[in-house]
């Protein structure tokens, strides 16, 4: 059974939103490093990591994560968000880890999404809506 928000009401009507996420991550339902939903599947309840968390942790090569930076020396790993780094623009950016000092390099991509407004009726269509005219599959002139 899902976590409901519902069920983390605080007697004032607001929400306990600490709780709520504690209890998504210990479900399995939120991973536990970076918050992001796991399908869940046939896995065993409880926390667990997603797949991009994995790979921050296990993979040897280059990875890319939505949220954490790791470093290459001691494969610690943090947000930049929460440590105010200036990584946000594309391009190369040079970072310190905090744990051990080591300075590199990481590569930002900024990806963007367009929301286009709602198609505008064209004559045909005005005409259609009034029962002037036919409309396009039903041979009207």
Same mark, same amino acid.
């Given at each position: 059974m899902a976590i409901r928000s519902e069920d983390f009401k605080k007697p004032n009507g607001s929400t306990d939103w600490?709780?709520?996420t504690k209890a998504k991550v210990a479900a399995g339902e939120v991973?536990?490093?970076?918050? +992001?939903?796991?399908v869940s599947g046939a896995y065993p309840k409880g926390p667990?990591?997603?797949?991009?968390?994995?790979?921050l942790i296990m993979c040897k090569d280059s990875v890319q994560h939505d949220?954490?930076?790791?470093?290459? $020396?001691?494969g610690d790993y943090w947000d930049p968000m929460a440590e105010e780094d200036d990584?946000?623009?594309?391009?190369?950016?040079?970072?310190?880890c905090n744990k051990c000092d080591h300075e590199f390099?990481?590569?930002?991509?900024?990806?963007?999404?367009? +929301?286009?407004?709602?198609? +505008? $009726?064209?004559d045909a269509e005005d005409e259609d809506e009034?029962?002037?005219?036919g409309g396009p599959?039903?041979?009207?002139?």
């Open positions: 600490d709780a709520y991973c536990s490093s970076c918050g +992001e939903y796991i667990r990591t997603c797949g991009s968390c994995q790979q949220h954490f930076i790791r470093c290459p $020396k001691c990584v946000f623009s594309d391009g190369q950016h040079a970072v310190c390099e990481v590569t930002t991509t900024v990806t963007y999404t367009f +929301e286009s407004p709602d198609l +505008e $009726k064209n009034h029962g002037d005219g599959d039903q041979g009207g002139a």
